[in-house]
């Protein structure tokens, strides 16, 4: 073979090489880690300043029974009570706080009391904390970031992959699952000896459905 033609074909497969080869965004868009969805936490926090003598003020204790409202919906781990050292009154209103967390289903377990060295001639409160996690996708861009008119490049767009992401990570109810916060329960072994036991004798191991759309276990 003549050299000019091994030289042809040396250039038709670099070419063919070059137009197979892809950057490395584009292989993160195709495997699916272009936008991925991420977990940060949140601390959220109340301060208590009203102690008086020791008891809760009526505006006071509805800020905890809210406060406790949003750890029960979206809190992990415990919530810590921080009461300045040598402080009577907030040692008191911790007693009446236990009452109300007790109240809306919060186990002792889950209740941290510790103190801290409040900082001399400044307010020392009696802080409440508990954390949350949020699920996000970073990085994502708006629509209108983005020059439609731009068709030099056939490579997607920044926010390629967000909305769908986006709605995923809205959707999760306890963001902190996708990081192993909570322990998945023990199964019902009763449920899984009857299913296992029709599949035995060939019945259905379907549940029962309702008129209304509801299903019961059979």
Not at 38 to 66: C, F, S
Not at 67 to 84: C, K, M, Q, R, T
Not at 146 to 161: E, P
């Amino acid at each position: 073979m003549s050299n000019w033609k091994t030289l042809a074909l040396l250039g038709a497969s670099m070419i063919a090489v070059s137009a197979c080869s892809q950057s490395q965004e584009n292989i993160d868009i195709a495997t699916g880690n272009h936008r991925e969805i991420e977990v940060k936490e949140q601390t959220h926090y109340l301060e208590l300043t009203e102690l008086g003598v020791g008891h809760l003020t009526p505006a006071d204790r509805r800020r905890v029974e809210l406060f406790v409202e949003n750890f029960a919906d979206d809190g992990y781990g415990p919530i810590v009570l921080s009461a300045p050292d040598g402080s009577r009154e907030a040692v008191r209103a911790i007693t009446s706080i236990r009452s109300i967390l007790s109240r809306a289903g919060v186990l002792p377990d889950n209740i941290t009391v510790g103190g801290y060295q409040p900082a001399a001639g400044n307010a020392a409160p009696l802080v409440l904390a508990y954390k949350s996690y949020q699920a996000h996708v970073p990085g994502c861009s708006t629509v209108n970031e983005h020059d439609w008119t731009d068709l030099r490049s056939n490579s997607s767009v920044g926010s390629f992959g967000c909305a769908v992401n986006e709605n995923i990570a809205m959707m999760i109810a306890k963001p902190g699952d996708l990081l192993g916060e909570r322990k998945i329960g023990d199964g019902d072994s009763s449920r899984q000896l009857t299913v296992y036991e029709k599949y035995r004798l060939g019945q259905s191991t379907a549940s029962s459905q309702e008129a209304d759309g509801s299903s019961t276990q059979q």
